[in-house]
């Protein structure tokens, strides 16, 4: 079992930035994929980057250029660096690993919410 623990959430005006973390800990692996989702209220959760074991990153569209996902492995952290937020990016964000052997787990999410 992985366990999963956001942290860095807040408020921040447009324009501004939060470093948001997932810290993750339990079962040991080494081959998996940690994500970043988000979930605004009355719209279905969306994923927001991914970064593989290896490095390897993915952005959606709508926060390539403002959003930089980073890993720690010394420290079992991945970092979502998101910069010029606005009002749009307000949302709970939630982190998911998945790995190789088919655990997959959850964070409790960190609530961002970003005043125009």
């Known amino acids: 079992q992985v366990q999963l623990v956001e942290s860095g959430g807040g408020l921040v005006q447009t324009g501004g930035s939060l470093r948001l973390s997932c810290a993750y800990s339990?079962?040991?692996?080494?081959?998996?994929?940690l994500s970043w989702f988000r979930q605004a209220p009355g719209k279905q959760r969306e994923m927001v980057a991914l970064?593989?074991?290896?490095?390897?990153?993915v952005y959606v569209d709508f926060v390539k250029g403002r959003f930089i996902i980073s890993r720690d492995s010394s420290k079992n952290t991945v970092y979502l660096q998101m910069n010029n937020l606005n009002p749009e990016d307000t949302a709970v964000y939630y982190c998911?690993?998945?790995?190789?052997?088919?655990?997959?787990?959850w964070g409790q999410g960190t609530q961002v919410t970003v005043s125009s």
């Open positions: 339990g079962s040991t692996f080494t081959d998996f994929t």
């Open positions: 998911r690993v998945d790995t190789t052997n088919g655990l997959r787990s």
């Open positions: 970064i593989t074991s290896v490095g390897s990153t």
